[in-house]
């Protein structure tokens, strides 16, 4: 007999260190997560503040007073996550629709938009993109976690 999982989706949530500045203005953020049959939970959101994990990975966790607390990394899924942060809060929806036109997800708070950059995506465009519009100090961004790699070819894609 084959034992089931519940596939419902869970609250998972992860401890945050502000830095001098304040940042992140919250000391925790929840993203969604699904459990899996390994007793890993799999991250179903793009997080804007976690650090070390992106939409795909799996992960340990634990029960702290009925609450589920990020523990570690278990296997990573090879997506990225960006972000960035918007000079002009107009020119959010138009940097969200270049990303989601390059094959991104986003989510956005405010003149934050978090990037998740799946594993088949090629980068080098998306990494042109906010470099442009870095050098034009449209936005700001940072490359939380970075799995893809720009090849020599410059496509972005990994070598086959």
Same mark, same amino acid.
């Given at each position: 007999m084959t034992s089931t999982i519940e596939h419902t989706p869970v609250k998972l949530l992860f401890r945050l260190v502000r830095d001098q500045d304040g940042?992140?203005?919250?000391? *925790?953020e929840s993203v969604w997560a699904n459990p899996q049959a390994d007793g890993t939970y799999q991250i179903?959101?793009?997080?804007?503040? =976690?650090?070390g994990v992106a939409?795909?990975?799996?992960?340990?966790?634990?029960m702290v007073d009925d609450e589920l607390f990020f523990e570690a990394l278990a296997r990573p899924s090879g997506?990225?996550?960006?972000?960035?942060?918007v000079r002009d809060?107009?020119? *959010?929806?138009?940097?969200?629709?270049?990303?989601?036109?390059?094959?991104?997800?986003v989510e956005v708070h405010g003149r934050m938009v =978090?990037?998740?950059?799946?594993?088949?995506?090629s980068y080098a465009p998306i990494c042109q993109l906010l470099e442009a519009g870095l050098s034009t100090e449209r936005l700001g961004f940072e490359e939380a976690v970075l799995c893809h790699k720009i090849s020599a070819d410059d496509t972005g894609k990994p070598p086959t």
């Open positions: 940042y992140p203005p919250v000391d *925790v179903d959101n793009i997080p804007f503040f =976690a650090r939409v795909g990975d799996a992960v340990t966790a634990k997506n990225s996550l960006i972000r960035a942060i809060e107009t020119e *959010v929806s138009k940097l969200c629709s270049e990303l989601q036109a390059l094959g991104c997800d =978090a990037v998740d950059v799946p594993a088949a995506v």
